[in-house]
């Protein structure tokens, strides 16, 4: 009887120790699989950062882009601002101007019209070359 129990006591222990052993390689092979994983994990994280650092450089390059863009936009924008307020100060002139002439013209016609009746009623010639005063001042 004891040498039953001796030999169930040595098939446990070598129950045992195998069961120990393929524990060991199970783990040993979960760690070698953990750090397989854990590079992969490293590898792809490089990868995306390298990917974001290539992204925000673009998005920096249109960012300056659409700077420049702005800008350019802006300098024509009061370039033709200017341009416009030139051409409006122009245009007032031009219409003064106009009115001016209009004026004289306006003038220049009540002189004729007087002239012209002032042969018609026989006149004295010192009636007719008086000088005429016009809005604007001016003599005729």
């Known amino acids: ?11 446990d222990k070598a129950a045992k120790a195998q069961k120990q052993k393929a524990q060991d390689t199970s ?3 979960a760690k070698q699989k953990m750090k397989k994983l854990e590079e992969r994990f490293c590898r792809e994280q490089a990868k995306a950062n390298k990917e974001v650092v290539t992204l925000r450089h673009a ?8 700077r420049s863009l702005t800008d350019t936009h802006t300098k024509e924008r009061e370039r033709l601002e200017a ?4 051409l409006r100060e ?3 002139l031009s219409e003064k101007a106009h009115q001016r002439c209009q004026t ?8 004729r019209e007087v002239r012209s009746r002032s042969t018609q009623c026989d006149l004295s ?6 000088p ?4 604007s001042g001016a003599e005729a």
């Open 1 to 11: 009887h004891i040498v039953y129990i001796y030999r169930e006591a040595k098939l």
């Open 104 to 111: 004289r013209l306006s003038a220049l016609e009540a002189v």
């Open 125 to 130: 010639p010192s009636l007719v070359k008086a």
């Open 90 to 92: 122009r245009l007032g």
């Open 27 to 29: 783990g040993a092979q």
């Open 83 to 86: 341009q416009e307020r030139r």
């Open 132 to 135: 005429v005063k016009v809005e």
């Open 59 to 66: 998005l920096k390059a249109k960012d300056e882009s659409l």
